[in-house]
């Protein structure tokens, strides 16, 4: 008889792969394909007045995964759960146990907090039972958005739409995103002057520079042109001189390495990747990648997590590894420790490279693009963490006249320390303003200035919320847990209750504000940020043991079935118009302001004179900046090519058609504005199309930070005249016309050549055949 395997069952096959190869033989890897049983779609599936029973249920389509699983374990003397270790993975595991009848003896739970060789035999050896709180603060959540988006959705399908739904934390989410927009709406600018100096000493050519007016002991602002005109006048009589010299040195720190949050924060601020993509290309570098001599290897550990802790081998590892690479004055004498957030559950590890020697360089050939970028990331933010402060040398100069202060500052780097490897991203997206070195002045020293500008500014609105910030206002109110803030941002754009403008800025439409107002009015709680942060807590100590998780469930039931029986009684008959987002687009037919609407195929703008006109086109995409040219808006388009028939992007001015007799404006690039003027002409800037951090770059040629076409970057597009890009013009040119006729000669021979061949060979073996099965029939005649 064979010996017995054990069995490891995981959730996907890239992990099973993986754990296989570090376990060996007498260990059978199998992958459950995420989850096994869960609540059926086609209804509530929670017996309420029971005492909150779920009804779980096979998932459809799972039946072979689940019979072959069966029979792995019967065979099998042991059952290793390997699941993700979090809630939802503890859950999988619990579910697994019951579904496939595994007796408690033979059941063994295991946590991979990465997926190495040392951690999987050594997680193998020291299994635990299922952690049953974490299973109920799963079950808790999956109850609680079940009852509260099956019972409140339909209330929202009467009222206003179908097809739309409701959660906790998407509705929140969706609330900040329209509150935001609120704030934007209601801002009134405030004016206010700035006053600029261009000094030099007294002495010609001996040193020039700009100082900015502060004041006089105290910060002064300047709130109209009369303020600004009282200053310049004042110290256009007087003398100036330096007035002090403070010279010091500046330290800056590390940023902490990832959590979950701060890792889809700073993709979609670096790499522009979305929290869904994020997560999904980290899920694999977790799982394992086939890496050249050494199969398949997991990258980081587990990516969902809310711990800055990180285990002393890691720190000890990256220490010696800076040391070696960089040189001793790049590691600090004392390992650096974070302090993680009071309400995180801190259940992990911070987010980090398994094996920081594993250079994203040196195994670039074997990873996709996106994990690159990803892994690189990653592992620049974790070694950096670890690294010495990057020292400046800060110099800050007062000018005084008439009492006014002047001041000018600037530092230069004097040890990079960290940045020599990773500088943490932006959200505003702007460049910080460098300023010029300054002289070396002293106090008291005597000045000469040659003109004062006055400046008009106005204070602008709050920016619109971007999936990263949105992301840090979530963790900030304590919405949400790791695993939740990609899926929740999806959703909400799915709906199409906030919908992206300009490439990152998240918008409300006015259906968004239609459900949000509802939500506020009727379903309070619902919304609130607090009660939403107070309801994770309270799941976090179901996590703890310290809560029942069907009292939890009882006591928020209470309160909210009270408000739906409220809300239904109220809008009992009355049905809630969704306004139409009108566009500056005008019907070419009919002259009307075209309206967004919403179709299977999702946004696209149409007449609202239907059914009188029943003009539709593709829904234009604003973008930030104006045309260089005349100053209109900017527009994305897209086109169809007429040899491939693949869609394309460009970019053009409002005003452009597309045909040189309606045309007021010939402006058309295949380069993506961005929201950041040229600092020297003031012209919208560009950068490159395409995934990933670009650069900026002005296209004004008589702008002296002009960028040619050459020095921009990326591949270089056939100039399309002004017009929009023809089939000919979007195709990328990969050879020219008389190498591509050739090439396609030679193929062409070539393929002729293997065809005939092929035939000959087809024909060859064909009466081969046919010989053969008269010899075979000759044969069988004998034979009787």
Same mark, same amino acid.
């Given at each position: 008889?064979?010996?017995?395997?054990?069995?490891?069952i995981?959730?996907?096959?890239?992990?099973?792969?993986t754990?296989?190869?570090y376990?060996?033989?007498?260990?059978?890897?199998?992958a459950? /394909?995420?989850?096994?049983?869960?609540?059926?779609k086609?209804?509530?599936?929670?017996?309420?007045? =029971?005492?909150?029973? @779920?009804?779980?249920? #096979?998932?459809?389509?799972k039946?072979? %995964?689940?019979?072959?699983?069966?029979?792995?374990?019967?065979?099998s003397?042991?059952?290793?759960?390997?699941?993700d270790?979090d809630?939802?993975?503890?859950?999988?595991s619990?579910?697994l146990?019951?579904?496939?009848?595994? #007796?408690?003896?033979?059941?063994?739970r295991?946590?991979?907090?990465?997926?190495?060789?040392?951690?999987?035999n050594?997680?193998?050896?020291? $299994?635990r039972?299922?952690?049953?709180?974490?299973?109920?603060?799963?079950?808790?959540?999956?109850?609680?958005?079940?009852?509260? =988006?099956?019972?409140?959705?339909?209330?929202?399908w009467?009222k206003?739409?179908?097809?739309?739904?409701?959660?906790?934390?998407q509705?929140?989410?969706?609330?900040?995103?329209?509150e935001?927009?609120?704030?934007?709406?209601?801002f009134?600018?405030?004016?206010?002057w700035?006053?600029?100096a261009?000094?030099e000493?007294?002495?010609?050519?001996?040193?020039?520079f700009?100082?900015q007016?502060?004041?006089?002991?105290?910060?002064?602002?300047?709130?109209s042109?009369?303020?600004?005109q009282?200053v310049?006048?004042?110290?256009?009589?007087?003398?100036?001189? %330096?007035?002090?010299?403070?010279?010091?040195?500046?330290n800056?720190?590390p940023?902490?390495?990832?959590?979950?949050?701060?890792?889809?924060?700073?993709?979609?601020?670096?790499?522009? /990747?979305? @929290?869904?993509?994020? +997560?999904?290309?980290?899920?694999?570098?977790?799982?394992g990648?086939?890496?050249?001599?050494?199969g398949a290897?997991?990258?980081?550990?587990?990516?969902r997590?809310?711990?800055?802790?990180?285990?002393?081998?890691?720190v000890?590892?990256?220490?010696?590894f800076?040391?070696?690479?960089?040189g001793?004055?790049?590691?600090?004498?004392? $390992?650096?420790?974070?302090?993680?957030?009071?309400?995180?559950?801190?259940?992990?590890?911070?987010i980090?490279?398994?094996?920081?020697?594993?250079?994203?360089?040196?195994?670039?050939?074997?990873?996709?693009?996106?994990?690159?970028?990803?892994?690189?990331?990653?592992?620049?933010?974790?070694?950096?963490?670890?690294?010495a402060?990057a020292v400046?040398d800060?110099?800050?100069?007062?000018?005084?006249?008439?009492?006014?202060i002047?001041?000018a500052?600037?530092s230069?780097l004097?040890?990079?320390?960290?940045t020599?490897v990773?500088?943490? &991203?932006r959200?505003?997206?702007?460049e910080?303003?460098?300023?010029?070195?300054?002289?070396?002045?002293?106090?008291?020293? #005597?000045?000469?200035?040659?003109?004062?500008?006055?400046?008009?500014?106005?204070?602008?609105p709050?920016?619109?919320?971007?999936e990263a910030?949105?992301?840090?206002?979530?963790?900030?109110? &304590?919405?949400?847990r790791?695993?939740?803030?990609?899926?929740?941002?999806?959703?909400? +754009?799915?709906?199409?209750?906030v919908?992206?403008?300009?490439?990152?800025?998240?918008?409300?439409?006015?259906?968004?504000? %239609?459900?949000?107002?509802?939500?506020?009015?009727?379903?309070?709680?619902?919304v609130?940020y607090?009660?939403t942060?107070?309801?994770?807590?309270?799941?976090?100590k179901?996590?703890?043991?310290?809560?029942?998780?069907?009292?939890?469930?009882?006591?928020?039931y209470? =309160?909210?079935?009270?408000e739906?029986?409220?809300?239904e009684q109220?809008?009992?008959g009355?049905?809630?118009?969704?306004?139409?987002?009108?566009?500056?687009?005008v019907?070419?037919?009919?002259?009307?302001?075209?309206?967004?609407?919403s179709?299977?195929?999702?946004?696209?703008?149409?007449?609202?004179?239907? #059914?009188?006109?029943?003009?539709? /086109?593709?829904?234009?995409?604003?973008?930030?900046?104006k045309?260089?040219?005349?100053?209109?808006?900017?527009?994305?388009?897209?086109?169809?090519?007429?040899?491939?028939?693949?869609?394309?992007?460009?970019?053009?001015?409002?005003?452009?058609?597309?045909?040189?007799?309606?045309?007021k404006?010939?402006? +058309?690039?295949?380069?993506?504005?961005?929201?950041?003027?040229?600092?020297?002409?003031?012209?919208?800037?560009?950068?490159?199309? =395409?995934?990933?951090?670009?650069?900026?770059?002005?296209?004004?040629?008589?702008?002296?930070?002009?960028?040619?076409?050459?020095?921009r970057?990326?591949?270089?597009?056939?100039a399309?005249g002004?017009?929009p890009?023809?089939?000919?013009?979007?195709e990328k040119?990969?050879?020219?016309?008389?190498?591509?006729?050739a090439?396609?000669k030679?193929?062409?021979?070539?393929?002729?050549?293997?065809?005939?061949?092929?035939?000959?060979?087809?024909?060859?073996?064909?009466?081969k055949?046919?010989?053969?099965?008269?010899?075979?029939?000759?044969?069988?005649?004998?034979?009787r």
């Open positions: 008889m064979a010996n017995k395997t054990d069995l490891v995981v959730e996907s096959p890239s992990k099973a792969k754990i296989g190869k376990l060996g033989a007498g260990y059978e890897v199998k459950s /394909m995420g989850h096994v049983r869960d609540l059926p086609s209804k509530l599936s929670v017996d309420i007045e =029971g005492g909150f029973v @779920p009804d779980y249920q #096979p998932i459809k389509g039946e072979d %995964v689940i019979s072959d699983l069966k029979k792995a374990a019967k065979r003397d042991k059952v290793y759960l390997a699941t270790p809630r939802e993975g503890e859950a999988i619990w579910h146990k019951e579904l496939l009848n595994i #007796p408690d003896d033979k059941t063994y295991v946590t991979f907090n990465e997926i190495t060789k040392n951690v999987v050594q997680s193998i050896a020291a $299994p039972a299922i952690d049953q709180n974490l299973v109920d603060a799963q079950q808790a959540r999956r109850i609680l958005d079940r009852i509260v =988006g099956y019972q409140l959705s339909p209330l929202l009467k206003i739409r179908r097809g739309l739904s409701a959660g906790r934390v509705s929140v989410a969706t609330r900040l995103v329209v935001r927009e609120l704030e934007i709406r209601a009134v600018p405030q004016e206010y700035s006053i600029e261009d000094l000493r007294a002495a010609p050519n001996l040193g020039a700009k100082a007016f502060h004041g006089r002991e105290k910060k002064m602002e300047l709130n042109e009369a303020e600004a009282a310049m006048d004042a110290v256009a009589k007087g003398a100036w001189s %330096v007035a002090r010299v403070k010279r010091q040195e500046k800056r720190q940023a902490p390495p990832f959590t979950t949050s701060t890792l889809q924060q700073e993709a979609s601020r670096k790499l522009n /990747m979305s @929290p869904a993509r994020t +997560m999904a290309v980290a899920q694999q570098l977790y799982e990648i086939d890496i050249g001599g050494q290897v997991g990258l980081i550990t587990y990516m997590t809310d711990s800055l802790r990180l285990s002393d081998e890691a000890a590892a990256a220490r010696s800076i040391s070696q690479r960089y001793g004055s790049y590691c600090p004498a004392q $390992p650096r420790a974070y302090k993680t957030k009071g309400n995180a559950q801190d259940a992990h590890e911070a980090r490279p398994s094996d920081v020697t594993l250079v994203p360089e040196d195994i670039k050939k074997d990873l996709t693009s996106e994990q690159f970028r990803l892994y690189k990331l990653i592992w620049s933010r974790f070694l950096a963490c670890q690294m402060n400046y800060s110099l800050s100069i007062d000018v005084e006249n008439s009492g006014y002047f001041r500052s600037h230069s004097r040890f990079s320390g960290f020599a990773y500088e943490e &991203g959200d505003d997206e702007e910080e303003k460098r300023s010029s070195p300054l002289p070396d002045l002293k106090e008291g020293e #005597p000045l000469t200035h040659k003109r004062l500008t006055k400046n008009q500014h106005f204070t602008q709050p920016a619109r919320y971007s910030t949105l992301i840090r206002a979530l963790e900030e109110q &304590g919405i949400g790791p695993s939740t803030y990609a899926p929740t941002i999806s959703t909400i +754009m799915n709906r199409e209750y919908v992206k403008e300009g490439g990152k800025a998240l918008r409300p439409t006015p259906l968004g504000e %239609v459900v949000t107002g509802l939500m506020k009015e009727k379903f309070n709680d619902i609130d607090d009660f942060a107070q309801m994770e807590q309270r799941l976090d179901v996590e703890e043991g310290t809560a029942d998780w069907k009292a939890l469930l009882a006591d928020f209470s =309160g909210f079935d009270a739906l029986k409220k809300a109220e809008l009992d009355e049905r809630i118009k969704v306004p139409d987002e009108v566009s500056e687009e019907c070419p037919q009919c002259g009307r302001n075209l309206v967004i609407k179709g299977r195929f999702g946004r696209f703008l149409a007449c609202p004179g239907w #059914p009188e006109c029943d003009f539709t /086109m593709p829904l234009v995409v604003e973008m930030p900046g045309c260089p040219i005349c100053g209109g808006r900017l527009l994305k388009r897209t086109g169809k090519s007429k040899k491939t028939g693949k869609q394309y992007t460009f970019y053009c001015c409002e005003r452009h058609t597309g045909k040189e007799e309606t045309s404006c010939d402006f +058309m690039t295949w380069d993506v504005p961005v929201k950041d003027n040229c600092p020297v002409c003031g012209q919208t800037m560009f950068k490159k199309a =395409g995934r990933g951090a670009k650069k900026p770059f002005c296209i004004n040629e008589k702008c002296s930070n002009f960028t040619p076409e050459e020095k970057g990326g591949w270089k597009k056939p399309a002004g017009e890009p023809a089939a000919e013009a979007e040119p990969k050879k020219s016309a008389d190498v591509k006729k090439t396609t030679k193929t062409a021979t070539k393929k002729t050549a293997a065809e005939k061949k092929k035939t000959a060979a087809k024909k060859s073996t064909t009466k055949t046919t010989a053969a099965k008269k010899a075979e029939c000759v044969g069988k005649r004998r034979c």
